[in-house]
């Protein structure tokens, strides 16, 4: 029987400085070389574009949940472009369909999802993201780690997996 490989939720901001684009394209190959396929925001900006263009290079499989009913915006590095026209209520998919989720720096609509997976019982491996203090509890509890580097948060998810 066919195995189905873990799908790695990538969640980040679209505004993000150079060094988080170069730690999202390193954490999208790292996520490919482990034969996992990576799940993002799907859109041609910030980690979205990044990460997907990280694990395409590492010739990896790419799935872009989009918040648009197009696929006008979408990377080009996705393998597959999912239209939702549900905004930001696309974030619940994207955790939804994610086995593990790495947050990386972002705003509101990364918390969302940081959120949204604590809620729906999904691993969150923060990667450079302060989540703040009210989130505190379920990083004692485990719900939330913290990784110091791409490779150390792809390890995590290993072994979340």
Same mark, same amino acid.
């Given at each position: 029987?066919?195995?189905?490989? /873990? ?42 574009a990044a990460s997907a263009r ?28 999912? /239209? ?11 955790? !939804? ?40 509890? !379920? ?23």
């Amino acid at each position: 029987m066919h195995q189905r490989k /873990p799908v790695i939720g990538v969640m980040g901001g679209h505004k993000v400085t150079a060094s988080v684009m170069d730690m999202a394209h390193e954490l999208g190959g790292l996520i490919a070389r482990r034969g996992w396929v990576l799940l993002c925001g799907g859109r041609d900006v910030g980690v979205m574009a990044a990460s997907a263009r990280g694990a395409k290079e590492a010739g990896g499989l790419v799935v872009g949940i989009l918040p648009g009913k197009s696929t006008a915006r979408a990377s080009a590095d996705l393998d597959v472009a999912i /239209p939702t026209g549900l905004g930001d209520g696309r974030n619940l998919i994207n955790v !939804y369909a994610s086995d593990v989720v790495i947050a990386c720096p972002g705003a509101l609509g990364t918390l969302s999802e940081v959120v949204f997976a604590i809620k729906h019982g999904k691993p969150v491996i923060l990667l450079g993201l302060d989540a703040g203090s009210a989130l505190d509890k !379920y990083r004692r509890g485990g719900k939330i780690r913290n990784a110091h580097s791409p490779n150390d948060a792809v390890e995590q998810a290993a072994a979340c997996l």
